[in-house]
């Protein structure tokens, strides 16, 4: 039995983790983000992403990023501002051969630098490549 593209991405984001009332903060939106992971994310958690600009407390914190933006290191360390502690970071790069990617090794080095710890990688979306980070004293 075949899935459709949208049945695909939504069991992508059941594996990012994500479950109803998870509290999640979306850093680097632009019009290339994958709409269906999005949908789907609101769908499990029952809302919307916050946009970046909300200073609040977040479960979690869900960042697209691409190879022209800047300083990953930095924008890690900047996305766990607003997370609460024991919380998670989703970074969601371009795969592969698609434009914006960002190597693994690159990923690897920044991550802790800025604190954190690579734990799982997914095929969050036909396009994206998920990174799910975790602060070190929360390493699992």
Not at 102 to 114: M, N, V
Request: zero cysteines; glycine letters at 8%.
């Amino acid at each position: 039995m075949s899935t459709t593209p949208s049945e695909r991405t939504l069991h992508s984001s059941d594996a990012l983790g994500f479950t109803s009332g998870t509290y999640i903060q979306e850093i680097g939106y632009d019009d290339d983000v994958d709409f269906d992971l999005r949908d789907a994310i609101a769908a499990v958690t029952g809302e919307e992403m916050a946009d970046d600009d909300v200073d609040d407390v977040f479960d979690a914190v869900v960042m697209w990023w691409r190879s022209d933006d800047p300083d990953l290191a930095d924008a890690i360390v900047d996305a766990q501002s607003t997370l609460k502690e024991g919380g998670i970071v989703w970074l969601l790069t371009p795969k592969a051969g698609r434009p914006g990617h960002i190597e693994t090794a690159d990923i690897s080095q920044a991550a802790p630098t800025a604190g954190m710890h690579v734990t799982r990688t997914v095929s969050a979306a036909p396009d994206w490549a998920g990174f799910r980070l975790v602060g070190k004293k929360n390493y699992s």
